[in-house]
């Protein structure tokens, strides 16, 4: 609101509108421009009022419906209204006051029917419902409510600590679900590589004993055929003979250099009984590698 001024001619500003009184009384308004005033019938400039936007910041303290303190900051924006600047410059001592005390009034009764958590999710209809309020009430000054926004919630300080570790919570668990589930895929990952490993080496065992089953059986036959009156178990007893002598040379050999003493038993006897096992051995072998492939 500008000053009171008694001259001949003045100027409104851009985005400002003048209020002319006449002998105390108000008469019109000034749209921007220069104006002409004749002071001997009592017509002057009794003020000038800016129609820009202005901007008013206001903190409220209140209570959560959880008994949870809060701080509200709202940021109205307001301006006047040319057709009725006169209500503006003659109805409201202080304007920003008074939108100060309804936008107390209204949110120091919404908020308290809301708990912490739905305050923030809803500050949006907290700041519609201030603004409907004001935009009804301030017109009849009139102003103009152009926006209002709910720039901060500020919980105690205390609160925010207690939020800020639940939350901090709430991830661990999280994570530690996750790394849990990590592990357990690792794990059944490890187990199926060993169980196919294993089996795996049981086909390269199993193909093993086949192959040495397999040459063992060529060269009776091929030694039974161009030996006459060779049994198929004489030309087994010899190959097993041929095979204890070329392992015991190799025991000998190797426990040598160790510094090592083996005891084999050693006979004829023992020596019937070693190839009965080797002979059992690779029936079993046999048996079990038919198994498999059927």
């Excluded at 105690?156 to 996750?178: C, F, G, H, P, T």
Aim: proline content about 2%.
């Amino acid at each position: 609101m500008g000053n009171t001024s008694c001259v001949l001619f003045a100027c409104v500003d851009q985005a400002s509108i003048g209020v002319v009184e006449r002998s105390g009384r108000f008469e019109k308004l000034a749209e921007p421009g220069l104006h002409l005033f004749n002071p001997f019938v009592g017509q002057w400039l009794a003020g000038i009022l800016s129609t820009r936007i202005s901007s008013l910041d206001v903190r409220i303290e209140t209570k959560t419906k959880d008994n949870v303190f809060v701080q509200l900051v709202c940021s109205i924006q307001y301006r006047v209204m040319k057709q009725h600047a006169d209500d503006a410059f003659y109805e409201l001592q202080n304007p920003k006051q008074q939108i100060q005390a309804y936008v107390f009034d209204v949110v120091r009764a919404l908020v308290p029917r809301m708990n912490l958590d739905d305050l923030f999710q809803q500050k949006g209809e907290v700041a519609k419902a201030v603004l409907e309020e004001l935009e009804k009430v301030m017109r009849e000054y009139g102003y103009s409510i152009e926006h209002i926004l709910m720039v901060d919630i500020i919980p105690d300080a205390a609160v925010r600590k207690a939020m800020n570790e639940i939350n901090a919570a709430q991830r661990l668990q999280l994570a530690s679900v996750y790394k849990g589930e990590a592990e357990k895929v690792l794990q059944v990952k490890r187990a199926e590589a060993e169980a196919e490993s294993k089996y795996l080496g049981g086909q390269g065992v199993a193909r093993q004993r086949q192959a040495i089953t397999d040459g063992m059986r060529e060269n009776i036959l091929n030694f039974s055929c161009k030996v006459e009156g060779s049994s198929a178990k004489e030309v087994m007893d010899l190959i097993m003979m041929t095979q204890y002598m070329d392992t015991m040379k190799e025991v000998g050999n190797s426990c040598c250099c160790n510094n090592t003493t083996v005891f084999i038993p050693h006979g004829p006897a023992h020596v019937r009984d070693i190839g009965e096992q080797i002979r059992n051995g690779l029936m079993e072998a046999s048996t079990a590698q038919l198994v498999y492939f059927t």
